[in-house]
C-alpha cells in the first residue's frame, strides 16, 4: 500500500505542480478532495481520475497519481475521517487566499458565517474547519502542507487552526502535528477550449517548464522524496523573492494590462511602458530581499520577464486579477512597508496601487461583477467621498507609509 497524501484544492495548479512532483516520485499516492463543486469529481471519474498534462515543449504525459477525488459538501464526515486515518501522512491544500477564511491580519476570521456555522457542527464546509476536526480525531503524526501564495503559509494555517481549535474546545494533540512553511511556483492558466480539442481531453492541463517548490523541513512524519524540491530551514527568503518579484508584477500587469486593453499577459509585458514599470517594480521589491546580490535578483526578474512573455501560455489578466484586495497585501504592501521603513523610493509600487484603485472605479463604473471576496466594500469604497483613500484601507496599507516611498 502506498503511502497517501490527501490534498484539499484539486484545481489546475495543484494538478500541474503537486501532482507532476509525486508522480515522478511513485511511491505516494493522492486522495483529492474538493470544497465546493463536483465538476472536477465529475469530468475525472469518468476518466479513473487521470488527466493529460502539458508541459510546453514535452510530450504531453498522462497523470495517474489521483487515488480519487470526494467532494466534501456530499459527506463531511468522510473528509474529517481521511484526515484522521493513519494511512494519510500529509494534508495539503490550495485552495487560494480566500479558502484560509482570514482576517487581514490573518487570523481566523470569527465573524466569517461559514467559520461560525463550522465551529457549532462537526460537518463544516471550511478548510480550517475540516483540519481542525480531523486533527481533533488524529491519533498518529500529520503533516499540514500548505501550497498557496500567502507569506508564512504553514505558520498562518496553523494559528488560524489553533484559533479555530480553541473556539469550538477541541482537544488536539499539537506534538504529532507540524505546518511547514513553503513557495510553490509554476505559472498554470486556466484550461482553454483549444487545450481540450488539441489533447481531446476536457480535464487537460497546461503549465510552463519552469516550476519550484521550496518547502521547510518540518514533517511530522514521512515525506515523500520529491526530486527537485529544496528542503530546507527557512523558506523566507525564497517566498519573499517569489512573492514580491513574481506576483507582484503579476499583479501590476494584470490592473495596468486590463486598464491598457490587453487580455494576456503576455500581450502585457510586451507593451514596452508596462514592461519597464514591472521591471521597475521587482528592481524596488529585490531591495527588500536579504543574502542575494543585485545580480541574483537582476538574473531573477530578467528570467521572470522572459516567462511572462511566453505567448503559447495563453495567460488571462483576469485570472490574475481575482482576489486582488487579499493577494495585494502580500505581494505589494509587505515590500513598500519595508521599503518605507528605509526611506526607499517605490514609484512602480506606488503606481501598482493606483492602477489596481483605477481598475476597481472601471469595474464599477462598467457594472461588472468584481471577483474579490470584498467586492462589496470595494463598491462602497468607490462610490465614497474620497475612493482612493478608503480602497487603500481595504488592503491595510497606512498613508505614512506612502508618505515615505
Ligand atoms: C498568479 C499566480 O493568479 C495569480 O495571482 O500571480 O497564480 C502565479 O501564476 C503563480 O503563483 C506562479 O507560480
Given at each position: 500500500m502506498s503511502k497517501r497524501i490527501l490534498h484539499i484544492g484539486v484545481g489546475n495548479f495543484f494538478r500541474a505542480?503537486?501532482?507532476?512532483?509525486?508522480?515522478?516520485?511513485?511511491?505516494?499516492?493522492?486522495?483529492?478532495?474538493?470544497l465546493r463543486s463536483a465538476a472536477t469529481r465529475d469530468g475525472l471519474s469518468k476518466q479513473s481520475y487521470d488527466y493529460t498534462l502539458r508541459i510546453q515543449g514535452d510530450a504531453d504525459k498522462r497523470i495517474t497519481v489521483l487515488e480519487s477525488v470526494l467532494v466534501a459538501p456530499e459527506n463531511p464526515l468522510l473528509v474529517i475521517t481521511a484526515v484522521a486515518d493513519p494511512e494519510t501522512h500529509i494534508v495539503s491544500l490550495t485552495v487560494t487566499e480566500k479558502g484560509y477564511t482570514l482576517t487581514p491580519d490573518n487570523r481566523l476570521d470569527l465573524n466569517n458565517l461559514e467559520v461560525l456555522e463550522d465551529l457549532k457542527t462537526n460537518c463544516p464546509k471550511t478548510a480550517i474547519g475540516f483540519l481542525a476536526y480531523g486533527l481533533a480525531r488524529r491519533k498518529t503524526p500529520l503533516t499540514v502542507l500548505c501550497c498557496d501564495n500567502l507569506s508564512h503559509n504553514g505558520d498562518i494555517v496553523s494559528r488560524a487552526?489553533?484559533?479555530?481549535?480553541?473556539?469550538?474546545?477541541?482537544?488536539?494533540?499539537w506534538t504529532k502535528v507540524s505546518f511547514p512553511n513553503s513557495m510553490v511556483d509554476r505559472i498554470t492558466p486556466a484550461t482553454t477550449d483549444d487545450l481540450r480539442d488539441s489533447t481531446g481531453d476536457i480535464m487537460a492541463v497546461a503549465t510552463e517548464p519552469f516550476s519550484e517548490w521550496v518547502i521547510e523541513d518540518l514533517f511530522a512524519g514521512p515525506r515523500p522524496n520529491w526530486a527537485n524540491v529544496q528542503?530546507?530551514?527557512?523558506?523566507?527568503?525564497?517566498?519573499?523573492?517569489?512573492?514580491?518579484?513574481?506576483n507582484g508584477a503579476h499583479s501590476f500587469l494584470s490592473y495596468a494590462g486590463i486598464l491598457a486593453g490587453y487580455e494576456f499577459v503576455h500581450q502585457?509585458?510586451?507593451?514596452a511602458q508596462l514592461r519597464r514599470q514591472a521591471h521597475g517594480l521587482m528592481r524596488e521589491a529585490a531591495q527588500t530581499l536579504v543574502d542575494v546580490t543585485e545580480e541574483q535578483t537582476e538574473a531573477y526578474a530578467l528570467a521572470l520577464l522572459k516567462r511572462f512573455e511566453n505567448p503559447d501560455l495563453k495567460h488571462r489578466l483576469r485570472?490574475?486579477?481575482?482576489d486582488?484586495?487579499?493577494?495585494?497585501?502580500?505581494?505589494?504592501?509587505?515590500?513598500?512597508?519595508?521599503?518605507?521603513s528605509r526611506r526607499k523610493a517605490a514609484p512602480n509600487l506606488k503606481l501598482a496601487l493606483v492602477r489596481w484603485t483605477e481598475f476597481c472605479l472601471a469595474?464599477?463604473?462598467q457594472k461588472s461583477i468584481l471577483q474579490d471576496p470584498q467586492a462589496k466594500e470595494i463598491n462602497i469604497a468607490?462610490?465614497?467621498?474620497?475612493?482612493?483613500?478608503?480602497l487603500l484601507k481595504l488592503v491595510d496599507i497606512e498613508a505614512s507609509v506612502l508618505d515615505n516611498v
Open positions: 505542480h503537486m501532482a507532476d512532483y509525486t508522480q515522478i516520485e511513485g511511491t505516494w499516492s493522492i486522495l483529492g478532495i474538493s487552526v489553533h484559533d479555530f481549535a480553541k473556539a469550538a474546545e477541541l482537544e488536539i494533540d528542503f530546507v530551514k527557512d523558506v523566507r527568503p525564497h517566498e519573499r523573492r517569489k512573492l514580491r518579484m513574481l502585457a509585458v510586451g507593451d485570472q490574475i486579477a481575482m486582488g484586495s487579499l493577494k495585494i497585501p502580500y505581494r505589494w504592501c509587505d515590500t513598500l512597508r519595508a521599503l518605507s469595474e464599477v463604473a468607490v462610490t465614497s467621498q474620497n475612493p482612493y483613500e478608503v
